[in-house]
């Protein structure tokens, strides 16, 4: 089955870097994502990585893939307090965004 | 709209009763989805629309639950007698679904919280 896990909470200093982790179970998920949901707000797509590559670097974002581990990460360079929020890991075989969701990672951000 | 538009951002209802939560995707967009979010916990899938058909309703918990899309732009979420526990943010979200290569990102609405009392 599909199951999707991270750790509940996180707490860095402004301008320290924060890394995310997360592991997944589904061998066939084609495509991993990121997604930030502050209070009171929607989902928004960080970023994504494609099941066949290793890293992806989005300015401050760095997404490592260990497929063979199914473990992914997230880490936010420079983290400011802006970042604070919600992050959910998630998964999908492809097709359409039947996407399997994380419980999140709740980041807090210390100025 | 410029986004997912769903309403009422709130919905406080009595056990039992009928509820309807309306979702305004992003227009164009052809694929529509609905998630729940309960306290604490990721969305998990609904059901998925490609136009005005529902191509994946395997996530939708029970037949209390059904949804419509009749003319492949907005979608209504329906909960019949609904229960205490029903009581969670539904999202709905879409996209511009493509047959083949990556998929397009899903927008997210800011969701409709129901509370069940």
């Known amino acids: 089955g599909e199951d999707v896990e991270q750790s509940l909470f996180l707490s860095v200093r402004e301008g320290d870097s924060s890394v995310i982790n997360c592991t997944y179970t589904?061998?066939?998920?084609?495509?991993l994502y990121w997604y930030k949901q502050e209070p009171g707000a929607g989902l928004q797509l960080l970023t994504y990585?494609?099941?066949?590559?290793d890293m992806k670097q989005d300015q401050r974002l760095t997404v490592l893939l260990n497929k063979k581990d199914k473990h992914l990460s997230l880490r936010i360079a420079d983290t400011q307090t802006g970042d604070s929020a919600i992050y959910f890991c998630a998964e999908n075989a492809g097709g359409y965004q039947k996407v399997t969701f994380g419980i999140g990672t709740k980041l807090q951000v210390i100025p | 709209g410029a986004g997912v538009s769903q309403t009422p951002s709130n919905k406080v209802t009595e056990k039992g009763k009928y509820v309807e939560l309306r979702c305004d995707p992003i227009s164009g967009h052809t694929a529509l989805y609905w998630y729940r979010q309960s306290l604490g916990q990721g969305p998990e899938f609904l059901i998925y629309?490609?136009?005005?058909?529902?191509?994946?309703d395997s996530g939708l918990p029970n037949d209390r639950f059904f949804a419509v899309r009749p003319e492949g732009s907005v979608s209504t979420l329906k909960i019949q007698r609904t229960e205490r526990g029903d009581s969670a943010v539904y999202l709905c979200a879409s996209s511009s679904y493509r047959e083949q290569g990556p998929n397009t990102e899903a927008f997210f609405g800011q969701g409709t919280r129901l509370t069940v009392v």
């Open positions: 589904d061998s066939s998920s084609t495509y």
């Open positions: 629309f490609q136009g005005t058909g529902a191509a994946d």
């Open positions: 990585i494609f099941s066949n590559m």
